[in-house]
């Protein structure tokens, strides 16, 4: 399967972005999904995760009450909305899929990745 991330962008401290991910072909449907993100001179971090069929969902501390994920598999589509960002969010947002079918944090689980979308926000 291909992966394709986008809605990145430049936003102010306080607003809020829609990241979505497309996804080539249906075979995303039995497995759980993920977004991750790589600041400037970190590692690639988890930021969210959500089962394969919607209902369940995990998130990093951080994002917790601000980022909500989802999916829609008829469309092939995940979503990240990201609501009161804050400059330590600015990153690389990237999205995957897991072999599992219910979400995990740990990197190794996932085995198909998007190319990424920049988020920037500015103080």
């Known amino acids: 399967v291909q992966l394709q991330a986008s809605g990145g962008g430049l936003v102010q401290a306080g607003g809020s972005l829609r990241l979505s991910c497309a996804a080539s072909?249906?075979?995303?449907?039995?497995?759980?999904m993920g977004w991750f993100r790589q600041a400037p001179g970190k590692e690639r971090e988890f930021v969210a995760a959500v089962s394969w069929r919607g209902g369940s969902t995990y998130y990093t501390d951080s994002v917790k009450g601000r980022f909500t994920i989802s999916r829609d598999n008829a469309k092939n589509m995940m979503y990240l909305q990201m609501n009161s960002l804050k400059p330590e969010d600015t990153a690389v947002y990237y999205c995957a899929r897991s072999i599992r079918s219910y979400g995990s944090s740990r990197q190794t689980d996932y085995n198909s990745w998007g190319q990424g979308t920049l988020v920037t926000v500015s103080s």
């Open positions: 072909d249906r075979t995303i449907s039995n497995n759980a």
